[in-house]
C-alpha cells in the first residue's frame, strides 16, 4: 500500500483525511464535511465552500510540511482490520465516552443554571447533545457487539460477508444522522461560540463539545473512508 498521497483537485476528502490527519482541524473551521461527504473532491469541496482555487495549493504546502516532519505515523491505510479497530476502540470510542460521561452532568447543570436567560439556546444544546449521545452509545454497541467481531472472523463465508455489507451500510447511515445532528449545534451555537453572559461552565461545555465533535468527524472518516470500504 502506499505511504504518501498524492494531492490534486480530485483527491476525495475521506483519503486526504487519511492521509493528512492534521488538516482536519482546518476543514472543521470550514465547515467541508469529510466524514458523511468523504467521497467528495477536493475540487468539489472548494467549489461548494466558495473558496478560492489557491486553497488547494494552500493543502499540499501543508501536506508536504507534515511529510517533512519527523516521528509522524503511517497512514491508517497501512494498518490490518485488527490494528484499525483497536486504533478506532482505543482512540476515539474510549475518548468519546469519557466526553460524553463528563458532559452529561455539565450539559444539564448549565441548562438548569441559565435557564431563566438563555431557555432557546440551552434547551437546543440539551436536546442536540443527548440525541448525539443516544445514537453514539447505540452505535458503538453495534460495532462493538456485532460488526468488528464479525469482521475480526478468520474464514467468513459469503453469507457472513453479505451480513457485514448490510450492518455497514445500516451504521454508515447512522453517521449520516449523527452528522445531521451535529451540524444543528454548530448552527445553534454558532460554531461553538460562548454566549455574553456565559459562565466558566458554559466555556467548558463549549469547548468539550468541540472537543468531542472533531474526535467523531475524524472517527467517522477512518470507518466510512477506509475500513467500511475494505468490504464493498
Not at 458532559?103 to 436536546?127: P, S, T
Not at 447511515?173 to 454558532?190: N, P, S, V, W, Y
Amino acid at each position: 500500500m502506499k505511504q504518501t498521497l498524492t494531492i490534486d483537485g480530485n483527491t476525495r476528502l475521506g483519503e486526504l483525511v487519511t492521509f493528512f490527519p492534521a488538516i482536519t482541524s482546518r476543514l472543521n473551521e470550514l465547515h467541508i464535511d469529510y466524514c458523511c461527504q468523504g467521497d467528495r473532491t477536493l475540487d468539489e469541496a472548494i467549489k461548494e465552500a466558495g473558496l478560492s482555487p489557491d486553497f488547494l495549493a494552500q493543502v499540499q504546502k501543508a501536506y508536504a510540511e507534515y511529510l517533512a516532519r519527523p516521528g509522524k505515523e503511517a497512514p491508517i491505510t497501512e494498518l490490518s482490520d485488527e490494528e484499525l479497530i483497536d486504533l478506532i476502540l482505543d482512540t476515539h470510542h474510549l475518548t468519546e465516552r469519557a466526553l460524553w460521561k463528563e458532559l452529561d452532568k455539565l450539559v444539564n447543570l448549565i441548562l438548569l443554571v441559565h435557564y431563566e436567560h438563555g431557555k432557546e439556546l440551552m434547551l437546543n444544546v440539551h436536546r442536540g447533545f443527548s440525541e448525539l449521545k443516544m445514537e453514539l452509545e447505540e452505535h458503538f454497541a453495534k460495532e462493538e457487539k456485532e460488526l468488528f467481531p464479525a469482521m475480526l472472523k478468520e474464514g467468513k463465508t459469503a453469507r457472513e460477508l453479505t451480513a457485514i455489507r448490510t450492518l455497514i451500510s445500516e451504521l454508515e447511515g447512522e453517521h449520516d444522522g449523527a452528522g445531521k445532528i451535529i451540524k444543528r449545534l454548530l448552527r445553534d451555537t454558532d460554531d461553538f461560540t460562548p454566549p455574553v453572559y456565559a459562565c466558566p461552565t458554559v466555556k467548558n461545555v463549549y469547548s468539550k463539545l468541540h472537543e468531542l465533535v472533531d474526535d467523531i468527524f475524524l472517527h467517522i472518516a477512518k470507518e466510512n473512508s477506509v475500513l467500511f470500504k475494505r468490504y464493498q
